[in-house]
């Protein structure tokens, strides 16, 4: 049977992966939502204009808003469907993404409620990547003492109950 570990983070894997890909198709087509995408590209127009900057490197509202939503979609697509390390990945750079969105959102003064989504996935990711990075906790009859290079079995003394004297 699965621990609780591997199943918290299995689950919260598929639910953040099936989340970014719905986001991320959003900022790429208007086929699922026509309202969310125009209102997307409303969005990252605004970013833009707020950082000058990204104007004089050449990235335009579309490049911006396109190449996050590939990010977006590919990093889903790992944390659903592909094991082992590539999630850990996928969970960090979904996590920076968040980050930059969240700046983006402060620098144009938007209200709470047109960003929380994104403060709660990235509290969501924090926690996905501390569990998983977590080592596994091994049954205390699996234990072992590494004395001198040898391994040897962790011998477990309970402590005697409250109230009694353990005598030898």
């Not at 996590?95 to 003064?109: D, E, I, K, P, S």
Request: hydrophobic residues 50%; contains cysteine.
């Amino acid at each position: 049977m699965a621990s609780p570990r591997t199943i918290t983070i299995v689950a919260l894997s598929v639910a953040l992966g099936l989340f970014f890909v719905f986001m991320g198709t959003i900022k790429l087509t208007p086929r699922l939502s026509r309202d969310a995408y125009n209102e997307m590209k409303r969005a990252y127009k605004s970013y833009v204009r707020a950082l000058p900057m990204l104007k004089k490197m050449g990235v335009s509202s579309i490049l911006l808003r396109k190449s996050i939503g590939a990010l977006e979609v590919a990093c889903g697509i790992v944390m659903t469907l592909v094991p082992g390390r590539p999630k850990d990945v996928a969970n960090f750079l979904l996590l920076l993404l968040v980050l930059a969105v969240l700046f983006f959102h402060q620098l144009v003064g938007d209200p709470l409620k047109r960003y929380a989504h994104a403060l709660v996935f990235g509290i969501l990711l924090t926690c996905r990547l501390l569990i998983a990075r977590q080592p596994e906790e091994l049954p205390p009859d699996k234990r072992m003492l590494s004395v001198n290079g040898d391994e040897q079995p962790l011998i477990h003394e309970e402590a005697p109950e409250k109230g009694k004297v353990k005598v030898s």
